[in-house]
C-alpha cells in the first residue's frame, strides 16, 4: 500500500528528517510518535505532497500502490488528494473556512472530486456526518464552525476526509486539541473506519496511550531520525531502546499502573 524507501526530508539544503523508512499494507495502523519537532509530521506531509516552503524530498522515494508520488504533476495531486489518499489535521476548525458554513464546504469538497448536483452532494454530506455520529446532519450543514464543539469540529474533518473511502488516511495528532472523553471517542471511530473500510492508516501522536491502543506497528523519531521500530508488543514491553523507554516512563500512572 504505502511503502516509504530511505526518505531524507530538507528545508533550504538542511535535512530533518533522515533516512527515513516504512512498509503499511492494506488495513493496517501504523503510529509515528516522538517530541515535538522530532519530524513526525513532516513525514505525512511529505506522503501527500505538502511540504512548506522550502522542503522537498532530497533523497529516497514514496511509494502508494507501486507508484512513486515523488513524480505526480498538480493534476495528479488533485485527483489523488481527499479521494484515495486523506489526511485529518490536528485541529479540523482551523482548516474549515469560518465564515461558510459547513455545508457549503463540504458540498464543494465533494463536487470537485466527483461530478454530481448539489442536492445529491448534500445528501452525501450528511450521511457521513451521522456515520460520525453527529446527531442531526442536516443541521451540522447548515451550521458555521465557531457554531460546534471542539470534538464536532474534528468529525466533520474526519467525515470529509473519509468521504470517498480513502485507500490510505494520514491522522497528524487528530485527538491532541480535544478533552480526554472525546479524544477516547476519536480514536474508537478511526479504529472502526479500518474495520469498516480496510483503510490503512498513519498517525502521527506525541501519545503513547493513543500510540498502545491503535497501531499495529510504532516508530519512535528523535531529531528527524527513527531511534526504534517495531509491533505494539516489542515497543511497549521488550524496547532496547532507552529513548522510548524514557517516553514509556513518563506516561502518567493511575493507582501505580500504567496503562500502555
Known amino acids: 500500500m504505502l511503502k516509504i524507501k530511505d526518505v531524507t526530508i530538507s528545508y533550504h539544503d538542511r535535512p530533518t528528517v533522515k533516512d527515513f523508512n516504512l ?11 516522538g517530541e515535538s519537532g522530532s519530524g513526525k509530521t513532516t ?13 522537498q524530498v ?20 488533485r485527483k489523488l488528494r481527499g479521494t484515495d489518499i486523506s489526511m485529518i489535521f490536528q485541529d479540523s476548525g482551523a482548516m474549515i473556512n469560518p465564515t461558510r458554513t459547513i455545508g457549503k464546504q463540504f458540498v464543494e469538497y465533494i463536487r470537485t472530486h466527483k461530478n454530481i448536483q448539489k442536492r445529491e452532494a448534500w445528501d452525501m454530506g450528511v450521511k457521513m456526518l451521522e456515520r460520525m455520529r453527529l446527531p442531526n446532519g442536516d443541521n451540522i450543514m447548515k451550521s458555521y464552525p465557531f457554531q460546534l464543539s ?15 473511502q480513502p485507500k490510505l488516511l494520514l491522522a497528524d495528532e487528530p485527538t491532541s486539541a480535544l478533552d480526554v472523553t472525546t479524544q477516547a471517542q476519536i480514536v474508537r471511530q478511526m479504529m472502526e473506519l479500518r474495520e469498516e473500510y480496510q483503510t490503512s492508516i498513519v498517525v502521527v501522536t506525541h501519545n503513547l496511550g493513543v500510540a498502545a491502543y491503535m497501531a499495529d506497528y510504532i516508530l519512535v523519531m528523535k531529531n528527524g531520525e527513527i531511534v526504534d521500530a517495531g509491533d505494539r508488543e516489542l515497543i ?5 531502546s532507552d529513548y522510548t523507554r524514557n517516553l514509556l516512563d513518563a506516561v502518567p500512572s493511575l493507582g501505580g499502573v500504567r496503562y500502555v
Request: proline share 0%.
Open 43 to 55: 513525514v505525512i506531509r511529505a506522503v501527500l505532497g505538502l511540504l512548506a516552503g522550502s522542503g
Open 236 to 240: 511497549l514491553h521488550h524496547s532496547k
Open 58 to 77: 532530497t533523497k529516497g522515494d514514496i511509494l502508494f500502490g507501486g507508484k512513486s508520488l515523488l513524480s505526480n504533476t498538480k493534476e495528479q495531486w
Open 150 to 164: 471542539g470534538g464536532m469540529r474534528q468529525r466533520v474533518g474526519i467525515a470529509m476526509a473519509m468521504t470517498f
Open 23 to 33: 512498509s503499511l499494507g492494506q488495513g493496517k495502523i501504523c503510529s509515528i510518535v
